[in-house]
């Protein structure tokens, strides 16, 4: 089963610009979670989608925004881009529709986003 | 809100040491703990988790107690290898209304010198 892939992995950009960035979950999986890491803050939650609804957002300013789409695929999208936005940016998914592994969340490696 | 609390890296010892990272968690009820690992370049793996107070996680030689009575969940591992250095990530599960967050603590560094 192929895991939870996001795309691109890299990414360059300069400040005031938009980025999006994108993350299919695994296969049957249906609730998508994003999450920043950086060196100062660490992890921190951004934000949960399941059935294209966001269910839960963390503590993060309005030009963080993300969605979820039909097949469970979801973007985050961030605008007006400051330098403090450079991180790893990590999605996750969960199956979400019980069972006893629902609770357990699957990573992808993550998109290197660097703002200049 | 919840919190997790990790020790302070980073941890270097030799190949075949004792290893044990410390995690205490501050929450409402009893929540779900885990320890993630990252490795170089990659993203977050689940190494072990506990659901309910006294359980015992354990994995790949690792192994967690969740101790509700010190709000402990510290990580061992009796012969460290050098495959693993990485860093360590210690994290609570935060359900409200059904969406579910993970709260992590601030990841500790682990070298294996061979």
């Known amino acids: 089963k192929a895991g939870v892939t996001q795309t691109p992995r890299y990414l360059i950009k300069t400040r005031g610009q938009q980025v999006t960035l994108s993350c299919s979950p695994i296969?049957?999986?249906?609730?998508v979670s994003w999450y920043q890491q950086t060196p100062g803050q660490g992890l921190q939650f951004l934000f949960e989608?399941?059935?294209?609804?966001?269910?839960n957002k963390g503590n993060f300013p309005g030009r963080f925004s993300g969605r979820q789409f039909s097949n469970s695929r979801s973007e985050m999208n961030v605008s007006t881009l400051e330098l403090g936005d450079s991180a790893l940016y990590l999605c996750?998914?969960?199956?979400?529709?019980?069972?006893?592994?629902?609770?357990?969340?699957?990573f992808g490696p993550g998109t290197r986003l660097t703002v200049l | 809100g919840d919190s997790v609390t990790q020790m302070e890296g980073p941890v270097t010892l030799s190949e075949e040491a004792f290893l044990t990272i410390n995690c205490t968690y501050t929450?409402?009820?009893?929540?779900?703990l885990f320890w993630y690992v990252q490795y170089p370049g990659e993203g977050l793996q689940l190494l072990l988790k506990?659901?309910?107070?006294?359980d015992k996680g354990s994995n790949k030689g690792f192994e967690a107690t969740y101790r509700k009575e010190t709000t402990s969940f510290h990580l061992e591992k009796g012969s460290v290898q050098v495959s693993d250095s990485a860093v360590y990530f210690c994290?609570?599960?935060?359900?409200?209304?059904?969406?579910?967050?993970?709260?992590f603590g601030q990841g500790t560094r682990l070298t294996i010198n061979p």
């Open positions: 929450a409402t009820g009893y929540p779900s």
């Open positions: 989608y399941f059935s294209e609804t966001q269910r």
């Open positions: 996750a998914s969960r199956w979400a529709s019980g069972g006893p592994t629902y609770n357990e969340q699957f």
């Open positions: 994290a609570l599960r935060e359900l409200e209304r059904g969406a579910q967050k993970l709260v």
């Open positions: 296969s049957g999986h249906r609730s």
């Open positions: 506990a659901t309910k107070a006294d």
